[in-house]
């Protein structure tokens, strides 16, 4: 392999990690939606196994942590990988929740997508006028 050849795959494989920092620090990608009765976090993590998804929640804090088994994966032909290996994310959700009372109805990880559902309590309390 010629010098030249040699360098521009280094560089494009120091780009490929950069870029894969980046997006473990911004991924993964996220919807949420909320009703009177919940709400549902659906989260887009492709490629992850469900034993190594860890979720826990702690008042308005869903926190998520990820990891792929990539030991003894080496690709010799790889250019750029830019899916990350590692997600520690903490997500500060848009419901009030008291210290003790955090629940989750369901949690499912099914095809690359992650979905959580949190029960919604309304808070405080109607005021009539009169």
Request: with cysteine.
């Given at each position: 392999m010629g010098l030249v050849k040699y360098m521009a795959k280094e560089m494009m494989r120091e780009i490929g990690n950069k870029s894969r920092e980046?997006?473990?620090?911004?991924?993964?990608p996220m919807d949420m939606?909320?009703?009177d009765k919940k709400l549902t976090i659906i989260i887009d993590m492709p490629g992850f196994d469900k034993k190594n998804i860890k979720l826990s929640i702690n008042?308005?804090?869903?926190?998520?942590?990820?990891?792929?088994?990539?030991?003894?994966?080496?690709k010799d032909n790889l250019i750029c990988n830019q899916r990350p290996n590692v997600i520690d994310k903490k997500i500060r959700l848009p419901v009030h929740i008291k210290k003790g009372e955090e629940k989750v109805n369901s949690a499912k990880?099914?095809?690359?997508?992650l979905t959580i559902?949190?029960?919604?309590?309304k808070k405080g309390r109607d005021i009539s006028i009169e």
């Amino acid at each position: 392999m010629g010098l030249v050849k040699y360098m521009a795959k280094e560089m494009m494989r120091e780009i490929g990690n950069k870029s894969r920092e980046f997006y473990e620090f911004v991924l993964p990608p996220m919807d949420m939606e909320i009703d009177d009765k919940k709400l549902t976090i659906i989260i887009d993590m492709p490629g992850f196994d469900k034993k190594n998804i860890k979720l826990s929640i702690n008042r308005n804090i869903l926190s998520i942590n990820a990891e792929k088994n990539t030991r003894g994966e080496k690709k010799d032909n790889l250019i750029c990988n830019q899916r990350p290996n590692v997600i520690d994310k903490k997500i500060r959700l848009p419901v009030h929740i008291k210290k003790g009372e955090e629940k989750v109805n369901s949690a499912k990880y099914s095809q690359g997508i992650l979905t959580i559902i949190i029960p919604v309590t309304k808070k405080g309390r109607d005021i009539s006028i009169e």
